[in-house]
C-alpha cells in the first residue's frame, strides 16, 4: 500500500486567496483525520470523519476553514479566504476500527502552506 | 477534555546518554501511543500500551504505562544521532471511537 497521500506537499500563497488541500487515506480505513501542525501551538485536530461522515469538527478554527470527504478514498481542506497566520503543516491520517485493528494513525507526508 | 502533557519540551544531548521523556495527564486512556516525527515527515508509530503497568520494550527504546493508565514514560539508552526527533505521545479512548490526544511534543536532539 502507498500509505496516506497528501497533495500538495508545498503550497505558497497570498493573503486572501483560496486553498485546497487534498488527500488520499489507506485503502479500508474508515477513519480520517485532519491536522494542523505548528511550532507554537504543537499538533491540532481540526476535524475527523468515520465511513465520509464529519465526526467533531471542534478543531476547526473558523468559518474560513471547511472540509469534506466525498468517497472513502479522497477528503479536502479547504481554507478560504487565507491568512498568514494559516501558515503551518497540515496533515491528513487514517486509521480503522475493523476488527482486530488498533487505534494506530498513519501519517501523510503533510503538506507545508505559507500564506504571504 | 482530555491533555496530554509532555516534558521536557526540549531536549539536546550527546551521543550514548540515557534521557527519559515523560507523558502526564489527569485523565485515563484505554491505550497510550508513542510516535517519532522526522523532519518534513508525518508522525510514525513507535509503541502502543494498552494495560497498566505494561512495559515494551524496542531495542534501546522503553516504554511504560503508568498503573492507573494516566500516565507514560520513554527511555532510550545509549541514544544515538539517529533517535534525533519529534517523540508524541497520544492517548485512546474507546469511547472516542479511533481519535487520538497528542501531547505536545518533546523534541530531542542528539549530538555525535
Known amino acids: 500500500d502507498a500509505g496516506v497521500i497528501q497533495s500538495p506537499r508545498h503550497e505558497v500563497t497570498e493573503m486572501g486567496q483560496e486553498v485546497t488541500l487534498r488527500c488520499k487515506p489507506i485503502s479500508g480505513h474508515d477513519y480520517l483525520f485532519w491536522y494542523r501542525q505548528t511550532m507554537m501551538r504543537g499538533l491540532e485536530l481540526l476535524i475527523y470523519?468515520?465511513?465520509?461522515?464529519?465526526?467533531?469538527d471542534s478543531g476547526m478554527p473558523e468559518d474560513r476553514f471547511s472540509a469534506k470527504m466525498p468517497n472513502a478514498s479522497f477528503s479536502t481542506l479547504k481554507i478560504q479566504p487565507s491568512e498568514p497566520r494559516d501558515s503551518a503543516v497540515y496533515f491528513c491520517?487514517?486509521?480503522?476500527?475493523?476488527?482486530?485493528?488498533?487505534?494506530?494513525?498513519?501519517f501523510g507526508p503533510g503538506t507545508r502552506l505559507t500564506v504571504l | 477534555t482530555q491533555l496530554l502533557e509532555q516534558s521536557p519540551q526540549f531536549l539536546s544531548i550527546q551521543e550514548g546518554e540515557n534521557l527519559t521523556v515523560y507523558c502526564n495527564s489527569s485523565?485515563?486512556?484505554?491505550?497510550l501511543q508513542w510516535y517519532r516525527q522526522e523532519p518534513g515527515e508525518g508522525p510514525v508509530l513507535l509503541v502502543t500500551v494498552v494495560t497498566g503497568g505494561e512495559v515494551k520494550k524496542l531495542k534501546r527504546l522503553t516504554f511504560q504505562f503508568g498503573d492507573a493508565r494516566k500516565d507514560s514514560s520513554l527511555h532510550i539508552t545509549a541514544a544515538q544521532p539517529g533517535d534525533t526527533g519529534l517523540y508524541l505521545c497520544a492517548g485512546g479512548n474507546n469511547n472516542a471511537g479511533n481519535m487520538l490526544t497528542f501531547g505536545g511534543g518533546t523534541r530531542l536532539m542528539v549530538k555525535p
Open positions: 491520517a487514517s486509521s480503522s476500527r475493523l476488527a482486530g485493528a488498533s487505534d494506530t494513525q498513519y
Open positions: 470523519f468515520n465511513n465520509n461522515v464529519p465526526i467533531d
Open positions: 485523565s485515563v486512556f484505554s491505550s
